[in-house]
């Protein structure tokens, strides 16, 4: 119900032994065939340690790269909760280098000096030997040993629907062979698939190149081959003979059969499975506007001195993307017939370069991608322009929703940067200081969806079509740090989503029964439809059970970057919430179905949290977190949106010590927790607990340090 597993971790990280190369396929593949079920996102080893991951985990991926950098990075503390993890429900999968890793012994290039890697492995999860090369050839950080290699698959074991293929081609380039696998049938093991071609080394009892085996509760399947790499992905091998010939066109020709072979796969570990795979959409162009044309103008005009000329075209060159200023009559007809549809799933896009073009839907360098940019100096952009977005009904709302505040001055979306596909808003203004120190406080950008949101830890937010999503520019004086600390506007952001919510139309009380509510330090959490808790119109609320924290799912999250210099912070808190799409958890749309409620339009809802967003932030400039007129207190506005009053959590680092949350310490907003002794009676000691040394899951009562 609301326990949602909904995050697939794939494991990342140089220092920790995977390759940019084998995270860039991995994420690029299952997002294909997971998204927007699952949110396919890099994790760390830290994470892995430390992070409280495994509750909303549905699979966990050790890619290609170094095994024994695994076991430096994971050996005692992080097998113990990968193992345990598994063993509790969860699924792993390893991929060459994973595949050794999770075996119980590790035999590479035995006897070649320098090569050489023997030993035992923890997780053991394979209970033999997993031997290689497979094949001979192996350099690292080469082609060289890189093979097309013929899989034979054992479509008895593979029979969960779908077309499951008799053999298929996979990208090979290092792997082994797991060991006497026939052997350990009696042990749960079933070969998934195995070499057809003769291997470099002993393979007992069969050639098993994929294995599966269930560990308690949990699944596991380890690879010796690379069947998540695309042939698409594959860089040229100039340094092999024949790579193209030999290697790509081979993996092309069989591209299909991969795919339904992983698919296959990951319907075997329970997922749930796009059975025509998804498209990374293309990025769009993006569109800075304004209620007032002219103030396009001006704002355009003070980015003079950033902006430089090539071949008479405008580019603003930042630390992180290149935008190109484009102007409206640029545009052709047909062009604009093609920006269209161009942002749909699996479709091209107007905005692409040649190179882009030739490279459709394949892995590509986001950052380099040069970001085009239309200010509209005359007109709010046309809903043919943005058919996801209409310009015209966001300006329109924020100036009726700020009239209701009383504020003419308002700042909050005053320009607006929007884009239907970009990488990440909060990375298009915070990564990009040359830009960033051009715009003006309440400066937002918004987008449709996002390809590269980021996130805290190994929360990190995904945001498919259907999101709401945007980043703000804020100027925070220096001298409000002692009555109005930069720590609480994240709390502030929360809230402000929140309130939006259940003011989305003064006067209307109904959306202020929606049961949405904040996580600390900065998740938007909702009561989960299918919750029997859940308060619709048609349930009995003499019987209807009252909801605990696990009846709650996340639907939103709040991200807050900031730097400093002379006498401001520069603040850019981004912010998403699933507003239409029901996939991963829920969505507001889906809760405002069950309450009998229309539904809640993107512009007018963004509108409404820019508008009560800085209504809250002026009120928090003035008053501070705990000031104001009695108990009317934007700390008192926290508590009552917040999910944990009176809730009892596990301290793991104090030695299981039981604490109840007491709320959160009015200078540094860290959490209060006072400690419970015999039948849980107070004992006066109050712990005080940062979200930065700290690992949390509320939803299971724990709170852990992080070392």
């Not at 890099?42 to 549905?58: H, L, Q, R, Y």
């Not at 790579?243 to 990951?266: G, T």
């Not at 370069?353 to 239309?374: F, P």
């Not at 849980?680 to 724990?702: A, C, Q, Y």
């Amino acid at each position: 119900m609301a326990s949602k597993r909904t995050n697939v971790l794939v494991y990342s990280g140089e220092c920790n032994g995977s390759t940019i190369e084998s995270v860039r396929h991995c994420t690029w593949t299952l997002r294909r065939l997971l998204s927007p079920n699952y949110a396919v996102v890099p994790v760390d080893g830290n994470a892995i340690v430390k992070e409280p991951w495994t509750a909303s985990c549905a699979l966990l991926v050790m890619p290609g790269g170094a095994d024994l950098a695994y076991c430096r990075t994971l050996d005692g503390e992080g097998n113990r909760r990968i193992s345990q993890y598994v063993n509790l429900g969860g699924n792993f999968i390893g991929f060459c280098a994973g595949g050794y890793y999770g075996c119980s012994k590790c035999e590479f290039e035995v006897g070649h000096k320098g090569m050489e890697v023997i030993g035992d492995r923890e997780l053991g999860f394979f209970p033999g030997i997993c031997r290689g090369l497979a094949f001979p050839g192996f350099v690292y950080h080469s082609e060289a040993g890189a093979r097309a290699t013929e899989l034979k698959v054992n479509k008895d074991a593979l029979s969960a629907g779908g077309a499951v293929p008799d053999t298929f081609r996979s990208y090979y380039n290092g792997g082994g062979v797991f060991v006497d696998a026939e052997k350990f049938k009696d042990r749960g093991v079933e070969i998934l698939a195995s070499y057809t071609d003769d291997l470099h080394v002993d393979s007992g009892d069969g050639k098993a190149a994929v294995v599966y085996r269930k560990i308690g509760e949990g699944n596991i399947i380890l690879t010796g081959p690379h069947p998540e790499f695309a042939a698409a992905n594959l860089s040229k091998g100039e340094d092999v003979p024949e790579y193209v010939k030999k290697v790509i066109e081979p993996l092309a020709e069989d591209d299909k059969q991969r795919v339904d072979f992983l698919k296959a796969c990951l319907t075997k570990l329970g997922l749930k499975v796009n059975q025509e795979p998804q498209a990374v959409p293309s990025l769009s162009r993006l569109h800075l506007s304004s209620s007032k044309a002219s103030d396009v103008s001006e704002l355009v005009s003070s980015w003079n001195d950033i902006i430089t000329l090539e071949d008479g075209e405008e580019h603003i060159k930042g630390e992180n993307d290149t935008f190109h200023l484009e102007k409206p009559s640029q545009w052709s007809m047909s062009s604009l017939a093609k920006a269209v549809t161009s942002v749909l799933p699996g479709s091209g896009d107007e905005s692409k370069t040649d190179q882009e073009s030739a490279n459709v839907d394949r892995i590509l360098d986001y950052d380099k991608v040069v970001k085009r940019l239309v200010a509209h100096e005359a007109d709010l952009p046309s809903t043919k322009e943005t058919p996801y977005w209409n310009h015209h009904s966001f300006f329109a709302n924020l100036e009726h929703y700020n009239r209701i505040y009383k504020n003419p001055d308002a700042e909050f979306g005053k320009y607006l940067l929007y884009g239907e596909v970009v990488t990440s808003t909060n990375t298009i203004l915070e990564k990009n200081p040359k830009l960033l120190k051009h715009l003006p406080n309440g400066f937002a950008a918004s987008a449709t969806t996002q390809i590269a949101g980021r996130g805290r830890g190994s929360n990190v937010w995904v945001s498919p079509p259907g999101a709401l999503i945007y980043s703000l520019v804020l100027r925070h004086s220096v001298a409000l740090s002692a009555t109005a600390p930069v720590v609480f506007i994240q709390y502030v952001a929360a809230m402000a989503t929140v309130h939006a919510v259940h003011t989305y139309e003064p006067g209307n009380t109904a959306y202020s029964k929606l049961p949405v509510k904040l996580k600390w330090p900065n998740d938007i959490y909702a009561l989960d439809p299918s919750s029997p808790a859940f308060p619709s119109p048609s349930s009995n609320p003499e019987t209807r059970p009252s909801p605990t924290a696990k009846d709650y799912v996340k639907i939103g999250g709040v991200l807050v970057n900031s730097s400093f210099q002379g006498s401001e912070y520069t603040i850019v808190p981004g912010i998403g919430v699933n507003l239409a799409n029901a996939a991963p958890t829920t969505s507001l749309n889906a809760l405002a179905r069950s309450m009998g409620l229309p539904p809640f339009a993107p512009e007018k809802l963004l509108a409404r949290t820019l508008s009560v967003f800085e209504s809250l932030y002026s009120r928090f400039c003035r008053e501070g977190w705990a000031g104001g007129p009695g108990g009317d207190t934007l700390e008192a506005l926290y508590y009552a949106a917040w999910l944990h009053a009176g809730q009892v959590v596990t301290l793991e680092a104090e030695g299981g010590v039981r604490a109840r949350v007491k709320g959160i310490t009015r200078d540094w907003g860290m959490l209060m927790a006072e400690e419970l002794g015999w039948e849980d009676r107070p004992t006066g000691k109050v712990w005080e607990l940062m979200s930065d040394s700290n690992s949390f899951d509320f939803m299971k009562g724990l709170v852990r340090r992080k070392t």
